[in-house]
């Protein structure tokens, strides 16, 4: 086989749907953000960041910096092996400790990513508990998704955030058979939030666990952060959350909150967690600080959130249409893939703003966007700008506006 050729028609075939995905080459400011410095075949310049996940800027917060850069010059760069042989570092023993109490749960594991804590959790209580049916939300993200596929279990798929669909299934489901409702509370393209305690009524009634993903929430939501679940006064009733370092916490890293019983069962059985090197122990310091801080601030959430209101209006008064939703993310739509990554080129060449338009597959055709996300340090002049651009793009595109 000429492997070269099928890797090139492969590619081919990714370019001709308009699927083919281009990184910007960005250099990060630390004090400058959401500012980086972009790279070009025609040299660099200065552009304005409106899609991090690094919601809140903690990136380039100073405890979370100083507390990285004190950790390798105690304890060096990397862990120095997996967690059972050698690698377990007293940071990780600190960041499960306070990652248990930010949920209210006996104990939490720490994975090298948000991706793999779904994949390896799903796909270890899939295989191993017997007869084990999950069912998961029609939108979960595709960690989940490969996560559950590797368990091999059954899986049943519920519509979104349809609880009728989901009592239907629970109840066609064996009443014998263990079950598991998996789902996310932000969904992270149209920012829709899941009714969480009544999917824990059903879990209750039909006996099932609970596994909430609440990658888009930890650090935001919460009276410490500690997502939508907090804010409602029902992490109780979630057999595991799930979260993320990387994304509002900054950093790097994933982990899973639960009864002790149920972290000890996936750290001694779940081989994405077993064979392979622990987090750098900065890495694992550096998430304690931006946890504790965000535990006891709420300048960053209040500010965040303002930010998100003063985008949407301003978006309003120039009838740019934005996806309505309770939550920080600003799904700015287009409904045209090739008019999407147009104005996304446009905005950063001509305007020095980034945000990577999202199409197809990754949200349905006809609903192609800029997933645009506000945070605390995005000035007034900074949405000014934005809302300009996009006001005069929506002209020269000759895009629908939004009827107030
Ligand atoms: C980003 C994301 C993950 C993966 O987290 P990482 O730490 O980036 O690997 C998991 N679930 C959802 C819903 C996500 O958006």
New binding site residues.
């Given amino acids: 086989m000429d492997f070269e050729a099928f890797f090139k028609s492969e590619l081919d075939g990714l370019h001709e749907e308009g699927r083919y995905r281009v990184f910007a080459d960005l250099e990060r400011q630390r004090g400058q953000f959401p500012r980086a410095t972009r790279y070009t075949e025609n040299g660099s310049h200065d552009v304005t960041v409106w899609c991090s996940?690094d919601y809140l800027g903690m990136g380039q917060n100073q405890a979370v910096v100083e507390a990285m850069k004190s950790t390798i010059d105690h304890c060096g760069a990397g862990a120095g092996g997996t967690r059972n042989i050698s690698g377990t570092n007293h940071y990780h023993v600190l960041l499960e400790q306070e990652l248990a109490d930010l949920h209210g749960k006996e104990s939490a594991l720490i994975f090298t990513?948000?991706?793999?804590s779904?994949w390896a959790t799903l796909g270890t209580l899939g295989q191993k508990i017997p007869g084990l049916i999950i069912f998961s939300d029609a939108l979960n993200?595709a960690?989940?998704i490969e996560g559950i596929r590797y368990a091999k279990c059954e899986r049943v798929i519920w519509k979104h955030n349809d609880l009728k669909d989901l009592e239907a299934k629970l109840k066609a489901a064996d009443p014998k058979a263990p079950k598991l409702i998996a789902f996310?509370s932000v969904y992270?393209m149209d920012g829709d939030i899941a009714p969480i305690n009544e999917i824990c009524d059903l879990a209750d009634r039909y006996g099932a666990m609970t596994y909430l993903?609440e990658?888009?929430a930890v650090g935001m939501y919460g009276p410490r952060g500690g997502g939508v679940a907090e804010r409602e006064g029902i992490m109780d009733r979630l057999t595991i959350i799930e979260g993320?370092?990387?994304?509002a916490f900054g950093v790097?890293?994933?982990y899973i909150t639960a009864s002790t019983a149920l972290c000890d069962f996936i750290r001694s059985f779940a081989s994405g967690f077993i064979f392979t090197t622990a987090l750098p122990p900065s890495l694992a310091a550096g998430a304690v600080a931006s946890i504790r801080h965000l535990k006891t601030s709420q300048i960053e959430r209040f500010a965040h959130q303002e930010r998100v209101r003063r985008l949407r209006s301003l978006l309003d008064a120039r009838g740019i249409p934005h996806m309505p939703n309770p939550s920080h993310i600003v799904p700015v739509m287009v409904g045209d893939a090739a008019k999407c990554k147009w104005i996304s080129d446009i905005l950063l060449d001509n305007f020095n703003i980034y945000v990577q338009p999202i199409n197809y597959p990754t949200v349905p055709k006809k609903t192609e966007r800029l997933r645009i996300t506000p945070t605390p340090l995005h000035s007034d002049a900074d949405i000014d700008h934005l809302v300009g651009a996009l006001h005069q793009l929506w002209s020269r595109c000759a895009l629908a506006r939004a009827v107030a």
């Fill in positions: 996940n990513s948000g991706y793999i779904n993200h960690s989940m996310e992270s993903d990658v888009h993320t370092l990387g994304k790097m890293g994933g």
